[in-house]
């Protein structure tokens, strides 16, 4: 079983900037797709971006709230994915988690909070 844990959330100001890591343990993460989550107060947990197990830039999506803003990254030999937040405006403002994209999810992590406020 492959355990998520999030960190590098906080608070910034509209227009700054954050990168959030996500670490897993277990083998098997490496052989997965993996995406960010977000889930506001109130709202459905969404699927912000995602990359393939490789890595792949060119295999990353984000939905269209986020395009040219968030760039979602890997690097397998040290078991995390980022999320590197540019731009970053007050409906960014939410918990952010890691999980598989498709074909099911593993447990969730606590997430990492990120609020935007000036």
């Known amino acids: 079983q492959v355990q998520l844990v999030e960190s590098g959330g906080g608070l910034v100001q509209p227009g700054g900037s954050l990168t959030l890591s996500c670490t897993a343990s277990?083998?098997?993460?490496?052989?997965?797709?993996m995406g960010w989550y977000r889930q506001g107060v109130g709202n459905q947990r969404e699927l912000v971006a995602s990359?393939?197990?490789?890595?792949?830039?060119?295999?990353?999506n984000y939905v269209d709230s986020v395009k040219g803003r968030f760039t979602i990254s890997r690097d397998n030999a040290k078991s995390t994915v980022y999320l590197q937040m540019n731009n970053l405006k007050p409906e960014d403002t939410a918990v952010y988690y890691c999980?598989?994209?498709?074909?099911?999810?593993?447990?969730w992590g606590q997430g990492t909070q990120v609020t935007v406020s000036s």
């Open positions: 999980n598989r994209p498709v074909g099911g999810s593993w447990d």
């Open positions: 277990g083998r098997a993460w490496r052989f997965y797709a």
């Open positions: 990359i393939d197990s490789a890595g792949s830039t060119t295999s990353a």
